[in-house]
Every structure is written in structure tokens, then in C-alpha cells.
């Protein structure tokens, strides 16, 4: 992995370009603590950062999703949204697994994260419109309620 990533990471250098590496389940680099190590044993290049699959957070972290989010803090470069159950790696709408929105935006939004964040749903092409939807109200939703809390102190 070390040898096969090190010339992307050089070529991708040499253009300014950041490279995120997604933490997979049931891969080689399946959690943040291993795409931390692969980063270490590169050298932790500046240009080298994570994408977290907010799912994933749920169904294979050791530890709880926002702990995971504030764990990754900095390095994050990019943000898939989905919600999934624990052990099972199946991407779900929002509101239909285990995640707790709130909680991981909340996190998110602490480690200063100002990119992009996208809704991953593979199986759901069928549905794109009214899955958008609902993925955007449940969004909306989760920042509204964190905007009240946080207006509240």
C-alpha cells in the first residue's frame, strides 16, 4: 500500500493537488486509526487526508461516530453522508439506520470542516429526486436543531 501510494502522492504534489483516502469496511485500511498509520508510515504528508463515510462511523469505528469525526478533526477533506447499522456495511438513507445526524454534525462542525459534504446512496439512483429530498430536510434539519442548541447557551 506504502509503495503503491507513495508515486500518487508525489505526482499529486507536483499538481497541488490533496488526495483523500477513504477508510473502507472490510478492507486492507478499514478504520480512521488505519488510515492514520498509512498516513505515519508516509511521512503524513500535508496533502494527504481523510474522507469519512459518516456510515461507516456506525458500522465498523471502535469508537463512536463523533469521536471518530473529532479523531480525524483536521485532516478531513471529505465527507460522504449516509446512515448504516452496526456490522453491516449497507448504505442507508438518513434516519433509517443507527446514525445519530446530530451528534456527528455537531462534531463535524467543531473540527472547523468547511468542504464538501455528499450524500452517498449507490442503490438508490432510482429514487435520486425524493432521496435528495429527504436527504436535504433530514441535513436542514439536524443544522436547525444544532443552530437552536447552540443559540440556547
Given at each position: 500500500?506504502?509503495?503503491?501510494?507513495?508515486?500518487?502522492?508525489?505526482?499529486?504534489?507536483?499538481?497541488g493537488t490533496t488526495v483523500c483516502f477513504e477508510p473502507e469496511p472490510g478492507m486492507?485500511?478499514?478504520?480512521?486509526?488505519?488510515?492514520?498509520?498509512?498516513?505515519?508510515?508516509?511521512?503524513?504528508?500535508?496533502?494527504?487526508?481523510?474522507?469519512?463515510?459518516?456510515?461507516?462511523?456506525?458500522?465498523?469505528?471502535?469508537?463512536?461516530?463523533?469521536?471518530?469525526?473529532?479523531?480525524?478533526?483536521?485532516?478531513?477533506?471529505?465527507?460522504?453522508?449516509?446512515?448504516?447499522?452496526?456490522?453491516?456495511?449497507?448504505?442507508?438513507?438518513?434516519?433509517?439506520?443507527?446514525l445519530d445526524l446530530d451528534a456527528v454534525l455537531a462534531a463535524l462542525l467543531a473540527?472547523?470542516?468547511?468542504?464538501?459534504?455528499?450524500?452517498?446512496?449507490?442503490?438508490?439512483?432510482?429514487?435520486?429526486?425524493?432521496?435528495?429530498?429527504?436527504?436535504?430536510?433530514?441535513?436542514?434539519?439536524?443544522?436547525?436543531?444544532?443552530?437552536?442548541?447552540?443559540?440556547?447557551?
Amino acid at each position: 500500500m506504502v509503495d503503491g501510494l507513495g508515486p500518487v502522492l508525489d505526482l499529486a504534489a507536483g499538481l497541488g493537488t490533496t488526495v483523500c483516502f477513504e477508510p473502507e469496511p472490510g478492507m486492507f485500511v478499514a478504520t480512521l486509526d488505519d488510515a492514520l498509520e498509512l498516513r505515519r508510515r508516509l511521512g503524513e504528508p500535508e496533502h494527504l487526508r481523510i474522507t469519512l463515510d459518516l456510515g461507516h462511523l456506525v458500522c465498523n469505528e471502535p469508537r463512536s461516530p463523533a469521536d471518530t469525526v473529532a479523531a480525524a478533526g483536521t485532516l478531513i477533506g471529505n465527507v460522504q453522508v449516509d446512515d448504516m447499522v452496526r456490522d453491516v456495511h449497507e448504505h442507508l438513507e438518513l434516519g433509517t439506520g443507527e446514525l445519530d445526524l446530530d451528534a456527528v454534525l455537531a462534531a463535524l462542525l467543531a473540527t472547523g470542516y468547511t468542504g464538501l459534504a455528499s450524500v452517498e446512496l449507490p442503490r438508490h439512483s432510482h429514487a435520486a429526486p425524493a432521496v435528495a429530498r429527504s436527504s436535504m430536510a433530514a441535513l436542514q434539519a439536524s443544522l436547525s436543531r444544532l443552530d437552536q442548541s447552540l443559540g440556547a447557551r
